[in-house]
């Protein structure tokens, strides 16, 4: 009988104990989560990191010691991924997870991409887990950052910059990924290699050469066969722009004209004024 009521007992503090846990003030974080991702070419590219604010306090060489390994960020480590290998200001990097520490200096910062993701903060960093280590110039803001930043600028289709502003301090690096390769390697399996009853795959070979400024003669020979076996208004812009750099500034008239008129049967004015200022600019 005592062993009973002993039992009962433990089973009301254990449900007493889960309510007060349920029952916990729910408040704003100091250094709220954050992430940001994007489409580099052919590459995801990822940061998630908490966003620490200056509430008063002086960031760089103060709370942000220098000459220390920074989280770049608050709470658990700033992790950056990668679904494909990349080059970051100019060094290899396999496709992967990595934690983003930096070691911040006066003129110069030392930038930090580790194998250990799984750390708080620093807290038991070890330079034996480094993958890279990279240095790079701090520029200044023209504005004040009171909640710490990073973000993705000058995107190109092969690259782009990871920019990391707090304070009146902005630091840079440089992403780049490989395109052309696994492009070229595509269109040799799909479009050289073969002759494709998909007149998309043309269109896209075509468009490619176009845009990058290689074989225009071959460029021509695929978008001619995708509009010979089904003509859209876009592919027939496309034959117009590669007919007019080779030179064939008739024929360039004629498919955008006739681009222009199905651009405008199937109620799109952005390429029909696409069309206008081509003829405009041949005339």
């Known amino acids: 009988m005592k062993s009973k009521s002993i ?13 007060t846990m349920a029952q916990q003030i729910q408040m704003p974080q100091a250094s709220p989560a954050a992430s940001i991702s994007q489409k580099i070419g052919l590459t ?17 060489g103060e709370l942000v010691q220098f000459g220390e390994v920074w989280r770049t960020g608050a709470n658990s480590a700033t992790v950056i991924t990668f679904n494909t290998d990349v080059i970051i200001e100019g060094n290899k990097v396999p496709a992967g997870e990595y934690a983003l520490y930096a070691i911040p200096e006066k003129n110069e910062w030392t930038i930090i991409l580790s194998k250990n993701t799984k750390l708080w903060g620093a ?56 395109v052309d390769s ?15 009853n998909n ?6 070979a075509a468009n490619y050469y176009f845009t990058n400024d290689k074989d225009l003669d071959k ?56 069309n206008e200022r081509l003829i405009k600019s041949i005339k």
């Not at 039992?7 to 309510?19: D, G, H, K, P, S």
């Not at 995801?44 to 760089?60: A, C, H, L």
């Open 219 to 274: 460029a021509y020979e695929w978008i001619t066969k995708s509009v010979a076996e089904d003509a859209k208004y876009w592919t027939m812009h496309l034959k117009a722009k590669i007919e007019l750099g080779l030179g064939k500034k008739k024929e360039a008239i004629e498919s955008a004209t006739k681009s222009m008129q199905m651009s405008s049967e199937a109620k799109n004015p952005d390429y029909v004024g696409l």
């Open 123 to 178: 807290v038991g960093y070890s330079q034996d887990d480094d993958f890279l280590r990279f240095k790079v110039k701090p520029g200044k803001t023209g504005q004040k950052y009171e909640t710490m930043e990073i973000n993705f600028v000058d995107i190109s289709d092969t690259g782009t910059t990871v920019a990391i502003k707090w304070e009146n301090t902005r630091i840079k690096f440089r992403i780049e990924t490989e």
């Open 199 to 204: 007149p998309g795959l043309y269109y896209q």
């Open 182 to 196: 696994i492009v070229m390697a595509q269109i040799k399996e799909l479009v050289i290699d073969q002759e494709p």
């Open 7 to 19: 039992l009962l007992q433990l089973i009301f503090i254990n449900l007493f104990f889960l309510e």
């Open 44 to 60: 995801d590219v990822s940061i998630e990191y908490s966003r620490p604010s200056m509430r008063g306090r002086k960031i760089f």
